[in-house]
């Protein structure tokens, strides 16, 4: 089985920083796009940033010149480093990739649970 685990989420003040990864774990031949989208209460999922295997980054016009994002695809691990933190930035974040488990050898979506980001003084 295929696991996306989040971490880094929490309380931090408008203006703060914070650092998601998201490890991916299981049977897996290969990650192609990761991504992490943020839904904020009331509102839709939206994406915020994606990564290709070869590194091409998007941004979401929010998130461009504070957030940026990487992998380390030796260790099959997504981050976002957010700086200059907004109150509007307060969400759940969820990892996203699309990649080949070993069961089923075809490319998937996989989702993970999400983690909290909540800025506020």
């Known amino acids: 089985q295929v696991q996306l685990v989040e971490s880094g989420g929490g309380l931090v003040q408008p203006g703060g920083s914070l650092r998601l990864s998201c490890a991916a774990s299981?049977?897996?031949?290969?990650?192609?796009?990761m991504g992490w989208y943020r839904q904020a209460p009331g509102k839709e999922r939206e994406l915020v940033a994606s990564?290709?295997?070869?590194?091409?980054?998007k941004y979401a016009g929010s998130a461009k010149g504070r957030f940026t994002i990487s992998r380390d695809n030796s260790k099959n691990t997504l981050y976002l480093q957010m700086n200059s933190l907004k109150p509007e930035d307060t969400a759940v974040y969820y990892c996203?990739?699309?990649?080949?488990?070993?069961?089923?050898?075809?490319?998937?979506?996989?989702w993970g649970k999400g983690t909290m980001v909540t800025v506020s003084a």
């Open positions: 990564i290709t295997s070869g590194r091409t980054t």
């Open positions: 299981g049977r897996i031949f290969s990650i192609s796009d």
């Open positions: 996203h990739a699309n990649l080949i488990p070993t069961t089923t050898w075809k490319a998937m979506d996989y």
